[in-house]
């Protein structure tokens, strides 16, 4: 600090030199939130046309399993237990994405199934016509309740990225019928106790 000009002032991080125009104040929708749903969605759209939209949701889906076991790591060390019960995973799924902006909500569950809905995306606009962005909620909802409970298959039923007016997202939570014929991932439980 020693060497700089006397005459620079400190704004923020940045140094602003005098007659220079303060940018700081500037009516813009730009920070940190949006600024990384757009540089996903970006990155989300240029995945699908450069590799198509099965290679996109790929990618997509190694981010949102490594995402699941941390978040689902995080989730048991704050309750202090060894597994969630099918009751605390639903409550997981719907805290951990009201947490990160998303309107979701338990339509129903049961020994078989958690339905889930949402009336938002925590990603908003910028997930419109980025369906391989849906692979994070698919594989971390999977993660967390394979991990758990010892298999789940992830169908996305409807996604306001293919144009609905909000989603429907179904955890199956045995290899049932209903499961098999179902369109989704499956994911089982890795850890060994």
């Not at 076991?69 to 799924?93: F, G, N, P, S, T």
């Not at 989603?167 to 199956?172: D, E, K, N």
Request: with cysteine; glycine share 8%; hydrophobic share 40%.
């Amino acid at each position: 600090m020693q060497n700089r000009d006397l005459g620079e002032r400190i704004v923020g991080r940045a140094v602003r030199r005098p007659g220079e125009q303060d940018l700081s104040m500037l009516p813009l929708r730009l920070e940190r939130d949006l600024f990384m749903r757009n540089l996903l969605s970006e990155l989300s759209a240029t995945l699908q046309d450069m590799i198509g939209l099965e290679e996109a949701s790929g990618f997509f889906s190694v981010i949102g399993q490594n995402m699941g076991k941390q978040i689902d790591q995080d989730y048991r060390q704050a309750l202090r237990v060894k597994h969630l019960k099918r009751e605390q995973v639903a409550a997981v799924m719907v805290n951990l994405k009201q947490r990160i902006g998303g309107d979701f909500y338990l339509i129903s569950q049961n020994d078989e199934q958690i339905v889930l809905g949402s009336r938002s995306c925590p990603f908003a606009e910028q997930v419109h016509n980025r369906p391989a962005m849906c692979m994070m909620t698919s594989n971390i909802f999977g993660a967390i309740a394979g991990e758990n409970l010892g298999y789940a298959k992830v169908e996305l039923q409807e996604t306001i990225a293919l144009g609905a007016s909000g989603c429907r997202i179904v955890v199956y939570l045995k290899p049932s019928p209903a499961a098999v014929s179902a369109q989704g991932r499956e994911y089982v439980r890795i850890q060994t106790d």
